[in-house]
């Protein structure tokens, strides 16, 4: 566990390096040391939780839940660290399906993606305007088509640029990676936006997605059989180059959340298995084995 002391704060104020993990199959999050140690359960009885993120100065996670699969009843919660003053943020009926999430500190947004909505979505961390950015897809037909559903989110700030998975089936290799402005071109609409760019394609199963700002590389989990499936994979943004394998032998590999400082990434996987690596994919390491179903994972020092 990494001790952070703040500019400017007393030995008092240091901030101390927390993992918050969903665990899908048990509806549960928990709370733990980076090594795994002091793991507590912080928030019980969430509806197939999958993606969570920490406002660290506001000292709050929030996370969505996929709700009752096939029907358009997710949502979004939030809680103080530790679990209390629970509520809801975005209520059934909004979100079809929401998936990772993300914050955007300096706009105090939420972003998210909605799989079997087809949409990426972002609202005020108060719950207040709801907004579609992108709209993959309307309607039950195109609902069957998985090439639409949405799933991984993150965002640059530097480019005002959104970055989100398109997961398409199972073991299908036609999976993408897609990049567009934060905003809607004017006179755009979310299903008809003229500055989507497809970063890569023909992915096994891309997931979840987190970006290095400071080293400017962008990192995803990858569903799929090998040799591409079922692995952490990273590449540049802001130049092209071929994505590069760092970890392998995932089973069904969902969250990422990466330690910049500390040299280090944390990964989860539907086996039930909590990993971390160094930043190239060196250092394996076993952290939890065989807990469960696990989705997303959020790194905080709070």
Same mark, same amino acid.
């Given at each position: 566990m990494r001790a952070v002391q703040s500019p400017g704060s007393t030995s008092s104020e240091t901030r101390l390096a927390r993992l918050f993990l969903l665990e899908l199959s048990g509806g549960r999050i928990h709370s733990m040391n980076p090594d795994g140690s002091d793991r507590k359960v912080i928030v019980s009885n969430c509806r197939l939780p999958d993606g969570i993120v920490v406002d660290e100065n506001g000292g709050r996670i929030y996370w969505t839940n996929m709700g009752t699969l096939g029907h358009d009843d997710g949502t979004i919660e939030s %809680?103080?660290?530790?679990? @209390?003053?629970?509520? #809801?943020?975005? =209520? =059934? @009926?909004? +979100?079809? +399906?929401? *998936?990772?999430?993300?914050? $955007? *500190?300096?706009?105090?947004?939420?972003? /998210?993606?909605?799989?079997e909505g087809m949409r990426v979505m972002r609202v005020n961390l108060d719950g207040s305007h709801v907004e579609t950015l992108v709209e993959a897809g309307r309607g039950d037909e195109n609902r069957r088509d998985q090439t639409r559903w949405c799933v991984g989110i993150t965002i640059d700030p530097k !480019?005002?640029?959104?970055y989100w998975t398109q997961k398409g089936s199972d073991n299908a290799g036609v999976g993408r990676i897609f990049r567009a402005g934060i905003d809607l071109p004017k006179g755009e609409s979310p299903a008809y936006r003229s500055d989507i760019e497809v970063l890569f394609d023909h992915l096994p199963e =891309?997931?979840?997605?987190?970006?290095?700002? *400071?080293?400017? #590389?962008?990192? /995803?989990?990858?569903?799929?059989?090998?040799?591409?499936?079922?692995?952490?994979n990273r590449?540049?943004?802001?130049?092209?180059? $071929?994505? $590069?394998? !760092? #970890? +392998?032998?995932?089973?069904?590999?969902?969250?990422?959340?990466?330690?910049?400082?500390?040299?280090?990434?944390? #990964?989860?996987?539907?086996?039930?298995? !909590?990993?971390? %690596?160094?930043?190239?994919?060196?250092?394996?390491?076993?952290?939890?084995? %065989?807990?469960?179903? !696990?989705?997303?994972? %959020?790194y905080a020092e709070i």
């Open positions: %809680a103080d660290v530790d679990g @209390g003053n629970r509520r #809801v943020v975005v =209520p =059934p @009926g909004v +979100t079809h +399906t929401p *998936k990772q999430i993300h914050i $955007e *500190k300096s706009s105090g947004k939420l972003y /998210w993606c909605d799989r !480019l005002n640029k959104i =891309p997931i979840d997605l987190e970006l290095d700002l *400071k080293n400017r #590389v962008l990192y /995803w989990t990858d569903r799929g059989d090998p040799p591409r499936g079922n692995t952490v590449a540049p943004i802001d130049k092209k180059a $071929e994505p $590069e394998i !760092l #970890v +392998t032998h995932l089973m069904e590999g969902i969250g990422i959340a990466l330690d910049v400082l500390g040299n280090r990434m944390f #990964v989860t996987d539907l086996g039930g298995s !909590l990993y971390s %690596a160094n930043l190239d994919g060196t250092s394996r390491r076993d952290i939890l084995f %065989a807990q469960g179903n !696990l989705a997303g994972i %959020a």
